[in-house]
């Protein structure tokens, strides 16, 4: 079943690992985290949305069971938030001062504050709240959305 659901859920991995490795680039290359810089690349955007949309392919597509649609969105959850505790970790080990994921406000701290290897307690935190959203909005995909997934016409015999 999970490796059913890890093939099934690729294509948002994949651009979830894109998307933070943009931000990091972007935040290391030194473009100011604001006003526009943070708003380029978000990966916990990126994991919402694609719960959400995988969540509605789920039952259509997939044809996968609840079980599975709720594994999508910790699939994709887990996989986002391993990456962003990495990329923090990595920031921190090379001391990339301009990283956006050791920057200030992405760690919802005071302006300014520097918060050195304690950066990695909300990171891991998170490794066990993200999959709580990103459930739930896998299942609204399903339940809401799914009704608007075009699905291919049906060959009729003979024709």
């Not at 300014?112 to 990103?134: D, H, K, N, Q, S």
Request: proline letters at 6%.
């Amino acid at each position: 079943m999970f490796l059913k659901v890890f093939s099934f859920v690729k294509m948002p991995l994949v651009v979830i690992f894109l998307i933070a490795m943009g931000r990091f680039i972007i935040g290391i290359s030194g473009v100011p985290y604001a006003p526009r810089g943070n708003a380029m690349f978000s990966v916990v955007n990126t994991m919402l949305l694609s719960s959400l949309y995988f969540g509605a392919l789920s039952s259509p597509v997939g044809r996968f069971s609840w079980t599975e649609t709720i594994l999508i969105g910790l699939i994709i959850a887990e996989f986002a938030e391993i990456l962003i505790w990495i990329m923090t970790f990595v920031s921190l080990v090379g001391n990339l001062q301009s990283s956006y994921f050791i920057h200030w406000d992405s760690l919802n701290v005071k302006e300014g504050t520097e918060i050195g290897y304690r950066a990695l307690i909300p990171r891991t935190v998170a490794l066990f709240t993200a999959p709580i959203p990103c459930i739930l909005l896998a299942c609204l995909g399903r339940i809401v959305f799914s009704r608007f997934i075009p699905l291919p016409a049906q060959a009729s015999g003979g024709r």
